[in-house]
Nanobody, 125 residues
Framework: QVRLVESGGGLVHVGESLRLSCATTGSGFRLNYMSWYRQTPGKRQRELVARLTDGGTSSYPDSEKGRFTISGDVNKNTIYLDINSLRPEDTAVYYC??????????????????WGHGTQVTVSS
């Protein structure tokens, strides 16, 4: 069974930094990319924070450039998100997402999105 597990969330103060981690476990899969999303209080949709491909290319929405850095190795099934200069508006549940394929498995053709359960980040002023 494939699982994505986030860690590293918690209570931090304004201006501090934080590193989140995500590991994908299981077998028989290959990751095309892994991403970080967040869902802030009162919002129904998760918003993309950063993405890292299996080729090592990182990308960020324009609104998130600068304070967020995604790193890790998708081919080793682990990514990180460094957040600097935390602000109260960064308070959210941060989710790890991966696009997976199952090479050689005729029952699972195509690609599939998997999500972690999320890790809470609370920024206190």
């Amino acid at each position: 069974q494939v699982r994505l597990v986030e860690s590293g969330g918690g209570l931090v103060h304004v201006g501090e930094s934080l590193r989140l981690s995500c590991a994908t476990t299981g077998s028989g899969f290959r990751l095309n990319y892994m991403s970080w999303y967040r869902q802030t209080p009162g919002k129904r949709q998760r918003e993309l924070v950063a993405r890292l491909t299996d080729g090592g290319t990182s990308s960020y929405p324009d609104s998130e450039k600068g304070r967020f850095t995604i790193s890790g190795d998708v081919n080793k099934n682990t990514i990180y998100l460094d957040i600097n200069s935390l602000r109260p508006e960064d308070t959210a549940v941060y989710y790890c997402q991966g696009e997976l394929t199952f090479p050689g498995n005729s029952y699972y053709e195509g690609s599939y999105d998997y999500w972690g359960h999320g890790t809470q980040v609370t920024v206190s002023s």
